[in-house]
């Protein structure tokens, strides 16, 4: 497993070159297992495929359920598959008490996506950042905002066949922005803890 050397202003962030999770290592998740391949892996495998329909590719995915039902696992299963850079960082790290620093790390972290492209940008606790506004914020979560903000200029502005895919997980999907949960961002994909 080979590690990429990240710059200073990112070091939050955990780079690999092609996670060794596989598919067969995630218990009970065949129909999720099945949506995130369509999903994720069938545009980064066979782009052509959408170009020949004429329909675009998804952006990527949000996962959502309680902790400890496999979003990661999910997620580092998927990069491995297609054979991505996987870039994992959580969304409580982007939080910054410095106005702007939150924004200019998303836009750091598309910029490093880029350069290894292809790549899958797993954005963990995606409820710290992602939040529905309110009006009449403090300052801490104006600069949240800008984030979220950030983030959501970022999916809108990168081209979905440059081999990018965003990979978002929550566990709490009622608590964030509509604008994340628009048709067109990012599919929901349900990773429901099963009871035995």
């Known amino acids: 497993m080979g590690y990429i050397k990240v710059d200073p202003l990112v070091s939050l962030m955990m780079v690999e070159k092609v996670p060794d999770s596989t598919y067969e290592m995630i218990g009970g998740l065949d129909k999720q ?16 495929l959408f170009e020949a329909l004429g329909i675009a590719q ?57 350069e290894h492209a292809p790549s899958i940008i797993f954005m963990d606790e995606i409820d710290s950042i992602g939040s529905s506004r309110v009006e009449g914020s403090s300052g801490g979560d104006s600069e ?33 922005d509509p604008a994340l949960l628009r048709p067109g961002e990012c599919i929901l994909c349900c990773v429901e803890m099963l009871l035995i």
Do not use: W
């Open 33 to 48: 297992i099945k949506e995130i391949k369509e999903v994720i892996e069938l545009p980064v495998k066979h782009p052509e």
């Open 58 to 114: 998804p952006k990527g995915v949000l996962l959502y359920g309680p902790p400890g039902t496999g979003k990661t696992l999910l997620a580092r299963a998927v990069a491995h598959h297609t054979e991505c850079t996987f870039i994992r960082v959580s969304g409580s790290e982007l939080v910054q008490k410095f106005i702007g620093e939150g924004a200019r790390m998303v836009r750091e972290l598309f910029v490093m996506a880029r």
């Open 144 to 176: 949240v905002q800008r984030t979220m903000l950030e983030l959501l200029n970022q999916l809108d502005g990168f081209e979905a066949t440059k081999n990018i895919k965003v990979i978002m997980a929550t566990n709490r999907i009622d608590i964030l």
